[in-house]
DNA sequence: GTGACTGCAAAGTCTTTGCACGCGG
DNA sequence: CCGCGTGCAAAGACTTTGCAGTCAC
């Protein structure tokens, strides 16, 4: 996927983690083994995410009481706050994604396999601008998802999943 | 508003109720008295709503025995389900909006005021028909979000909601 | 040291489900 | 009259909170 519409690469002058460090530490925070260990496994890989998959994730420390369940919750909202990560609601839970030193993009979002694709388009945000003048309003982000079946899922001849465990209603 | 992103009026051949029972018939499906009560309370006027706000205003209902929490429930999947009403998560709930006869739009979110500010963009559709061709995916719809503050909150100093109780989130 | 942070358990919020009775077609 | 639909109560999924002990600074 090399089109117009990919996403350029990422560059980060700091890590996550420092960044993370230096949010706790502006507003009297402290930066704890938890905390520490959480934004580690959320910053490993790339990926969208909620919370019961993230919980999955670090099962062997929470067997072994390194960290707990509503910890991570906290966490994850404070990594919301930071900026550090991106909060969505999606099929009546919330999905997070990398939002540091990564490009402001949208998601085309496949019914069938519930794989979430970015893209990034500059005439989205051109086009909100305008939207948002014409109403005079002052905008602080926008969200696009264009819901659908990706080419795999087509060319498989797989329908928009109907086990409803299976899937993530936009 | 009336520019250039306003929605055009409504047109309806036949009205939300005759629909729902045509859809209710092709199912095997009973009119009752519980689904009438509900059709009429949702179509009664054009508005966003969400589960809660639709038993407030069916209290009466409610107390009298007429319908219950759960039928509600189960008719607004039923009236998504039929095409009736749109149904989006918004800030950890279900929102409600009514899809029948009523053109596709997308929305400004004022996160002060909580209100929902519907807009009309035929560049937005061509815009993801074009992503989409690029990835070779079938779009079955889209939704666009524009979160930030309506005028009227900006003219009032309204900061965003800090309340968490007031605060939908997108 | 001291106060922010944690794990635990419990509660909250929104939504769904099992079941026996009741009513629409 | 058949069986879908209902109300009730209870459970479910996800998330948050009160509290007493613990640890970062």
Redesign the interface.
């Known amino acids: ?1 090399v ?3 990919a996403l350029r690469s990422v560059r980060v002058a700091v890590s996550p983690l420092e960044r993370f460090a230096e949010f706790l530490r502006s507003r009297g925070k402290r930066l704890t083994s938890q905390r520490r260990l959480i934004v580690e496994q959320v910053f490993s890989h790339h990926d969208h995410f909620d919370a019961e998959e993230l919980l999955e994730h670090l099962q062997e420390l929470i067997a072994r009481r390194r960290v707990s369940r509503p910890t991570v919750y906290r966490t994850l909202a404070e990594l919301d706050e930071a900026g550090l990560l991106k ?6 839970r ?1 999905v997070y994604e990398h939002d540091y030193g990564y490009p402001q993009h949208d998601h ?1 979002y ?2 069938s396999c519930n794989r979430l ?1 970015e ?1 990034h ?1 500059e ?2 945000a051109r ?2 601008a305008r ?2 003048q ?18 795999e899922c ?1 060319r498989q001849g797989l329908l ?1 999943s109907s086990d409803p465990s299976e899937q993530r ?2």
Chains 1, 2 share one sequence.
Do not use: W
């Open positions: 996927m089109g117009r519409y909060k969505m609601p999606l099929g009546g919330n085309l496949c019914q694709i893209f388009s005439a989205i086009l909100c939207v948002a014409e109403y005079d309003f002052e905008i602080v982000s926008h969200r696009l998802f264009v819901t659908g079946r990706c080419a087509r928009p209603r936009c």
